[in-house]
């Protein structure tokens, strides 16, 4: 793994920041949406970078923090580092919200 400081930014697609300038994302600053983009929306050569630069465990940690990560972004990450599900703050949310009807 490398020092998660040392790395560029635009190794990643540029279609996770469509909202964004990417040259003024700081990537210590804002890993969560970094993390959040790529396991939500990135392609495979973006999940081996922040791997690569970041850390697999460094990734559990700040999934954990997300609000709004997708139920199968959640249910990778918890397998893949042996995570309990209950312990991210997407599937507690999801949990306090009741449910619409669902037919």
């Known amino acids: 793994m490398h020092n998660e400081n040392s790395w560029d930014i635009n190794l990643l697609s540029p279609?996770?920041?469509?909202?964004v300038e990417q040259?003024?994302?700081d990537?210590?600053?804002h890993l969560p949406l970094i993390i959040g983009r790529v396991m939500q929306y990135g392609q495979i050569n973006d999940w081996r970078t922040i791997q690569k630069y970041v850390g697999l465990d460094?990734?559990?940690e700040v999934a954990k923090e997300i609000k709004s990560l997708d139920e199968r972004?959640?249910?990778?990450?918890?397998n893949l580092t042996d995570t309990p599900i209950k312990d991210f703050l997407c599937y507690r949310l999801k949990q306090s919200t009741p449910p619409h009807w669902n037919f």
Do not use: C, Y
């Open 15 to 19: 279609h996770l920041f469509w909202d």
């Open 23 to 25: 040259s003024r994302i």
């Open 27 to 29: 990537v210590k600053k």
């Open 58 to 60: 460094t990734i559990a």
């Open 73 to 78: 972004s959640m249910h990778f990450i918890a």
